[in-house]
C-alpha cells in the first residue's frame, strides 16, 4: 500500500500500466529516480518493521520474565501461608499438651493433698490407749540424735513447696530422700509397728508408734519385712527402698509426727547427715 502511495504522489501509476516500450533518455532517468524513491521508502518500510518486530520481542520477553516472576512470588506465598499454617498448628498442638499436662498436674496434686488428709486422718485415729509407751529414754529426747533411716540425698524438704510448672502450693509433711533401689531402710527409733500396707499417694507404707504420740513414717517402700504388731529395735531394717506410689522416682519419704502434726525431720536427726 505504501508503495502505490508512492506510485500515485508521483503520478506514476498511469505511466506503469501503459508505459510505451520506447522511452526518452529523460523518461528513463525520471523512472529510475522514482524506482529509487521506491526502494528507500521500501528500506524505512522494512527498518520500521524490523523496530517493531524487535520491540514486540522485546515486550513479549518482558512480559515472559514478568509472569514467571509473578509465578515465583505466588509460589512464594503459598509456601509461606502453609508454613504459617503448619506453625500455627504446631502452636495449638502444643499449647493442647501444656493444658493437658497443667490438668493432669493439678489433678496430681488434688491427689496428694487428698492422700496427706487421708494420712492425717489415719494417723490421728491411733489413740493414746493404743499407743506404744515410752521406756527409759523417751522419743522427745532425741532431738537431733537421729540416725538418717536411708543413706541417699535429701531432694525435699519439709514444708511449704511452690510447683513452678503449675504455680500451685503444697505443704511437704516430711522429707524425701534420693536412694538406690533396694536400699535397706532402718527404722530411727526403737517402737511398735501400727500400720505396714498400701496408702494411696504413698505406695508401701510403715508407720511406726514410738510413745508419747510420736510417730515415724517410712513410705514409697519396695518391700515390707514388718507387719502390723512387730515390735522393732532402733536401727532395725524394716523395708527396702523402691518407687512405689512415687512421682520423683526411687526414694524413701520420711515423716515424724507428734500428736498426728508433722514435724521438721531435719531437726530431730543427726546434724551433717
Keep these: 500500500m505504501a508503495r502505490l502511495n508512492s506510485f500515485y504522489k508521483m503520478k506514476m501509476v498511469e505511466k506503469l500500466s501503459f508505459a510505451p516500450l520506447k522511452e526518452s533518455l529523460i523518461d528513463m532517468v525520471m523512472h529510475r529516480h522514482?524506482?529509487?524513491?521506491?526502494?528507500?521508502?521500501?528500506?524505512?518500510?522494512?527498518?520500521s518493521q524490523q523496530a517493531g518486530a524487535i520491540e514486540l520481542a522485546i515486550t513479549g520477553d518482558e512480559l515472559k520474565k514478568r509472569r514467571e516472576g509473578k509465578k515465583k512470588t505466588e509460589e512464594n506465598l503459598f509456601r509461606e501461608?502453609?508454613?504459617?499454617?503448619?506453625?500455627?498448628?504446631?502452636?495449638?498442638?502444643?499449647?493442647?499438651?501444656?493444658?493437658?499436662?497443667?490438668?493432669?498436674?493439678?489433678?496430681?496434686?488434688?491427689?496428694?493433698?487428698?492422700?496427706?488428709?487421708?494420712?492425717?486422718?489415719?494417723?490421728?485415729?491411733?489413740?493414746?490407749?493404743?499407743?506404744?509407751?515410752?521406756?527409759?529414754?523417751?522419743?522427745?529426747?532425741?532431738?537431733?540424735h537421729l540416725d538418717m533411716p536411708v543413706k541417699g540425698q535429701i531432694i525435699s524438704r519439709f514444708g511449704p513447696q511452690k510447683n513452678s510448672a503449675y504455680s500451685a502450693f503444697t505443704?511437704?509433711?516430711?522429707?524425701?530422700?534420693?536412694?538406690?533401689?533396694?536400699?535397706?531402710?532402718?527404722?530411727?527409733?526403737?517402737?511398735?509397728?501400727?500400720?505396714?500396707?498400701?496408702?494411696?499417694?504413698?505406695?508401701?507404707?510403715?508407720i511406726i508408734d514410738h510413745g508419747n504420740s510420736f510417730y515415724t513414717l517410712y513410705a514409697h517402700l519396695e518391700d515390707r519385712f514388718k507387719q502390723k504388731g512387730s515390735k522393732v529395735n532402733t536401727n532395725e531394717v524394716i523395708a527396702t527402698a523402691g518407687a512405689t506410689g512415687s512421682l520423683k522416682g526411687v526414694c524413701l519419704h520420711f515423716e515424724i509426727r507428734h500428736h498426728g502434726t508433722p514435724v521438721d525431720p531435719l531437726n530431730w536427726l543427726k546434724k551433717g547427715v
Excluded at 522514482?34 to 527498518?47: A, W, Y
Excluded at 501461608?81 to 498442638?93: C, D
Aim: hydrophobic letters at 40%.
Design 34 to 47: 522514482s524506482m529509487q524513491m521506491i526502494i528507500d521508502n521500501d528500506v524505512e518500510l522494512l527498518k
Design 171 to 206: 505443704f511437704q509433711s516430711g522429707i524425701d530422700i534420693k536412694v538406690e533401689r533396694g536400699e535397706p531402710v532402718k527404722t530411727v527409733f526403737k517402737g511398735k509397728v501400727i500400720y505396714s500396707q498400701w496408702l494411696k499417694g504413698y505406695g508401701n507404707v510403715i
Design 81 to 144: 501461608v502453609k508454613l504459617i499454617k503448619r506453625k500455627k498448628q504446631e502452636q495449638a498442638i502444643l499449647l493442647k499438651k501444656i493444658r493437658e499436662e497443667k490438668e493432669a498436674g493439678v489433678e496430681i496434686i488434688d491427689s496428694l493433698r487428698v492422700a496427706a488428709r487421708e494420712l492425717d486422718n489415719k494417723i490421728k485415729s491411733f489413740t493414746e490407749s493404743n499407743a506404744e509407751k515410752s521406756g527409759q529414754i523417751s522419743f522427745e529426747k532425741l532431738s537431733g
